[in-house]
Structures are given as structure tokens and as C-alpha cells.
């Protein structure tokens, strides 16, 4: 059974209408359902991605990715979207496989609280503030001014708290990410992120954030994007080990998970190229791990965190 936490395969089908989720045949998704099932991907995330082609972003660009999530992929009665407690013991205890939507991003929630709410009640579960930039809640990672949040941004935190909504970490700059460890009461993760101290890329976390992040009861995401596994040139499913190794000697055996951002990127890990083949990772861990840290890597992780922070009802 397998979890992944973040992949952009809505954005792919934004771009592209003509793609078809459900279409064995159509292998230019890196995620799709034939490939989900080859790996018995039992929940997937689904990012709103808004790239930066689109430089005015608005609430109705959300909506037009809700739409295509609920047109098709969920509406096929193959993929159960998970809002909540009910939902996610639905999924783990039936044969149908669960849909987690999420936003990468809020550059067009603008501070307004009513934005938020209808994404929670359309069913968005979690949100990452930002992409790489600033906009008007915080501070990205490439952002040159390397601020935090700002006030309406700290609001927004407690808003997301008190809503029930997940917050991400992943793409913030260095001071936002200790704003949201200072300010957030809720555990936050990291959805795709590896370690900095294995591969120096600013959007890997340096081992103060991973401390921080395991004390609170948070995740973070091996994700597979080459430049972030490897700054060498020489990214491996091994060298994707070495940042599992270093987190769990940091004490995060139970904090690690999986983010691929499948579909997100345009190079891949040899063995890693698509969603149907995790079972080249797993066969590498369990040479290297016990049972239990490997089941706890590929899904129980990411459960027993959906667990504790998904909504009762």
C-alpha cells in the first residue's frame, strides 16, 4: 500500500483538456489509475497548481481545477474523495482508493476568509502557502528579500487552525517556516522536501526545520524531483535513501512520507519515472529497513497523521 502526498497531475490536465485520468493508454500523466493500481497507491494527493503563466491568478482558476478533479477523476466511482474520518476508514477498508485535494499556493485567497472556507467546503484539506515567490500571506523560498509572514499571512494561520485545514510547508522561505512553527497549533508538514544537509537545494529543509517539524507531530515528503535528491547529478532511488537514513537518525522514522510531485517535473529518478513503479522503491528499502519502518515510509505515516488532523465529520 502506498500514500503520496503531493503530484500535479490536475495542473497537467489543465493544461492539456484532451487527457484522460482513466485511459490506460495514456501514459503522458506520470499519475493516472492504471499506474496508481500497478502500485496499489491506496490515497493520492491532488495539487491546485497555478504556474506562473498565469500572472493574475483568481479564485476561479481553483474552481476550474475543482472542476476538472470532481469531472475526472472522482466522478468515476474508482477514487473516493477524503474529507474526512468517514471518508478515510471508507477507503481503508474497501477496495476503492481515496483522493486528497490540496492547494499549492494562495496567492488567490487574497486574505479573504470566505475564499478559504468554500475551498474547505469544496473539499480542499490542506494548503501550502506559497509557490516559490511572495504574495500577500508570505515569503517564498526564492523570494530575495527572505522575509515571513505577514500580519494578514499570521491570521491566515490561525484562520487554517481553527478551520481544520492542514498547512504546508514546503516552498516557504527559511523565516516564514519559523513563523508557521511559532504561530501554528496544529502539526504542519512538509509535502515534498528533502534534506538540505544530503542535497543543498534551497527547497530542502536543513535539520533545525526537521527537529521542529518531527517535535510537532508533522511529516515530511521524500519527493523525487532529481535536482532535490541529488546536487551532483547522480539522482538514485539510493541517493533518495541517504535522505530517508539522515531523517531517521534526526528521530523521524515515524515522521517520514512520500511526495513525489510526479508530474511536476520533467526529468525523473531512473526506476522512479512514474507512479507505477514504486515498487522499485520499496524493494530498496526493505533491503535496508525492517517491515515496519518500510510500511511506516510508504502509508502508515501518512495515515496515522490523516488520523489525528482530518475533521471528524
Not at 505515516?301 to 471528524?312: A, E, G, R, Y
Amino acid at each position: 500500500m502506498i500514500i503520496d502526498g503531493h503530484c500535479d497531475a490536475l495542473w497537467k490536465m489543465y493544461e492539456k483538456p484532451g487527457l484522460n485520468f482513466y485511459d490506460p493508454l495514456q501514459t503522458e500523466l506520470d499519475v493516472n489509475a492504471a499506474r496508481l493500481a500497478a502500485s496499489e497507491v491506496k490515497i493520492q494527493f491532488f495539487a491546485i497548481y497555478l504556474s506562473e503563466a498565469i500572472r493574475h491568478p483568481h479564485f476561479e482558476h481553483y474552481l476550474e481545477y475543482i472542476n476538472i478533479f470532481y469531472q475526472k477523476i472522482v466522478s468515476a466511482g474508482q477514487m473516493c474523495l477524503i474529507k474526512n474520518q468517514s471518508d478515510l476508514n471508507r477507503v481503508i477498508q474497501s477496495d476503492v482508493r481515496g483522493a486528497m485535494l490540496t492547494l499549492e499556493g494562495a496567492d488567490a485567497i487574497r486574505d479573504n476568509p470566505l475564499y478559504t472556507q468554500t475551498l474547505y467546503h469544496l473539499g480542499v484539506r490542506m494548503i501550502g502557502v506559497t509557490w516559490n515567490y511572495a504574495n500577500w500571506a508570505a515569503d517564498g523560498i526564492l523570494e530575495p528579500r527572505q522575509g515571513g509572514f505577514s500580519k494578514k499571512g499570521k491570521g491566515f494561520i490561525k484562520d487554517c487552525n481553527e478551520l481544520g485545514m492542514i498547512l504546508d510547508v514546503s516552498h516557504l522561505s527559511v523565516k516564514s517556516f519559523w513563523d508557521m512553527a511559532d504561530l501554528s497549533l496544529k502539526p504542519f508538514v512538509a509535502t515534498h522536501s528533502n534534506a538540505k544537509a544530503i542535497c543543498n537545494h534551497p527547497r530542502n529543509l536543513d535539520d533545525s526545520q526537521i527537529q521542529v517539524l518531527i517535535q510537532k507531530k508533522g511529516r515530511i515528503g521524500m519527493t523525487f524531483v532529481p535536482w532535490f535528491v541529488s546536487d551532483k547529478g547522480t539522482a538514485s532511488i539510493d541517493q533518495l535513501l541517504k535522505h530517508i537514513e539522515h531523517i531517521c537518525a534526526l528521530g523521524g522514522v515515524q515522521h517520514i512520507v512520500l511526495g513525489s510531485d510526479f508530474d511536476g517535473i520533467e526529468q525523473w529518478i531512473p526506476g522512479l519515472e512514474h507512479a507505477g513503479q514504486y515498487n522499485n522503491l520499496a524493494d530498496k528499502l526493505s533491503k535496508h529497513y525492517k517491515d515496519e519502518w518500510v510500511q511506516g515510509f510508504l502509508f502508515r505515516n501518512w495515515l496515522s497523521f490523516l488520523q489525528t488532523n482530518l475533521p471528524n465529520c
